[in-house]
């Protein structure tokens, strides 16, 4: 106990001689504004954790440098964000895993079906060297990773039926995030795998064009799903991270000082809405089922995870050394 408090301890006093370093470094910068994007509305994890970034960078520049907020995919979904910082029309973002893997392939490592036992364990090796290494792959597509948020771990919701095994999936048209992890782990399911970005998707589950989705309780919660879906699974499948990233043009553009508030700023953002999400989920969950939602907490998980033994003989190579790297981690 000791030994946690003495560390807490220096922690702090070390933010705080940095907050104060950092504050002096910027009497002569030029105000800068940066424009933080994502897709989500304002009661959702990716909010919570864009919000504390914005009060940290703030603080810890003494207004010189401020965040502007773009909740609600209001400059378009996150491949277009994506492709908006490359080229420096968006500056930065809270981007879902699933869609930067798009970029540098290697991200979708961490979606790999049931690779994750526990958040804290997804927490280790995200903040740890082989996170750490994957955020930097980042700058060989013109984007900056800057910490890792979370989407979190991802359940199944449907408008038809309840769902226990692999079997209950069969035929249901699931939306997906349009990145082929995900695609093929729901066609080993055997469910109708249908790729499509998020504001898509929403209309589709009110017009019945799809049957279904899959995504962490704060998001089914925040979007009030339970009104098109009458079914959740608690499958968590997978772990998906989100990404504070930012365009290389807008990163180049700032000092040294101005990057190391702007780093040391989304981690701490990132690890704040870990908390959050980890203390509404159970409040989420009571919410739901109170509003009819028929929630499923005990599937059989040993199925699900035999009927995706596929995806890692199809996908497992290709991460290169990163998926045994990441599986010799948590043991």
Known sequence: MKKITLNTLTLGISLALASTV???????????????AHVVNEQDGFHIAAVKFQDLVAERTEGVVSIELYPNASLGDERTLLEGMQIGTVDMGVITNGPVANF????AVFELPFLFPSPQ?????LDGPIG???????????????????RGF????????????????????????????????FRALGANAIPMAWTEALTAMQQGTID????????????????????MTLSRHTYAPAIFVMGMPAWNKLPEAAQEVLQQAAQEAAEHERQVNAEMESKQLAELRAAGMQINDDPNMEAFQSAVEPVYEQYGKQFGDYLPRIQEALK
């Open 22 to 36: 950092f504050a002096s470094d910027f009497t002569d910068m030029d105000p800068v504004t940066l424009r933080l």
């Open 104 to 107: 540098v392939e290697e991200m």
């Open 121 to 125: 364990a997804a927490y280790a090796v």
């Open 132 to 150: 750490q290494e994957l955020l930097d792959k980042l700058s060989e597509v013109n984007l900056k990773g800057l910490a890792y948020a979370e």
């Open 154 to 185: 991802r359940n199944l919701t449907n408008s038809e039926r309840p769902v226990n095994t692999p079997e209950d999936l069969d035929g249901l048209r699931i939306r997906v995030m349009e990145n082929p992890v995900y695609v093929d782990t």
């Open 212 to 231: 279904g989705q899959e995504n962490p309780v704060n998001v089914v919660h925040s979007f009030k799903l339970n009104e098109t879906q009458n079914y």
